[in-house]
């Protein structure tokens, strides 16, 4: 359902105090959004939310583990107390293990990978979803996935790509549950991509991965850079299009938010092509 009009809505944001999350956090509020967002680093959140409050935006923070349904609604708690409605939420939040053959991963990869991209977005829908519904009000869930899942995964990122192939799934089945029930809340899956590279705290999410879910073992590999990917002239995506992207597809009441792209359209027929031979619609790729 289009919500035309978002000036005074409230947007939830999880993963918000950087990368992607920051980005639509600044094209809300140019909207004339009420924002809360949500994110596991205290300080990058509170540095945030002092930035857009200096700039004259309503805005609060809520320290959350997405991983956790009892901390996620913990944060619905506070919103519908501070604003009694939701009417754009944003399962955003997300991390990327190290890239590795899929025989050379560990148990924690998949868990802790999955707790993030796929649980966070399975609590934040349990945990807003239904006083969404109760509000009666027009609202979208908004959930972030990867082109490199469900529309050309990556074998280096097997790990990742299976996540975010979940998220676009799970998206598809909300969406055609609420409009099966025509309820006011609709659902879009959100495609971050462009013409180079995500310049986004997931290269080093890392950073965030619990004690309790290390990796088993040391990479092969060494870690890559957006910076060292960005030397071999690789050029960089504005966040702040992709975050536009979003702002009007919410508008339109699209249900896929992805920029169009010639090479997407490809990419699906030749998958499509290759399913329907009976082959491995994923290329080879060398894992590097």
Sequence with gaps: MPIEDLAGKVAVITGGASGIGRALADAFAAEGMKLVLADVEAPALDQAVQDLRDQGHQVMGVITDVTSPDSVTALADDVFAAHGAVHVLCNNAGVGPPSAKVWATTANDWRWTFSVNVFGVAH??????????????????????????????????????????????????????????????????????????????????????????????PRDT???????????????????ELARLVVDGIRDGRFVMILPSDQTGATLRTRLDKVLRNENPTEVHELG
């Design 124 to 217: 934040g829908v349990q945990a807003f979803v239904p006083r969404m519904l109760a509000s009666g009000e027009p609202g979208v869930v908004v959930n972030t996935s990867s082109p490199d899942g469900p529309i050309s995964p990556m074998p280096q990122a097997s790990v990742y790509a299976c996540t975010k192939a979940a998220v676009t799934v799970l998206t598809e089945c909300l969406d055609a549950q609420l409009t099966a029930d025509g309820a006011t809340v609709r659902a879009s899956v959100f495609y971050p991509s462009g013409k180079g590279l995500l310049d986004t705290g997931l290269w080093t999410s890392d950073r965030n991965r619990p004690d309790v879910l290390a990796r088993e073992r």
């Design 222 to 240: 060494p870690a890559m850079t957006v910076a060292a990917l960005h030397a071999r002239g690789i050029p960089i995506q504005p966040l702040d």
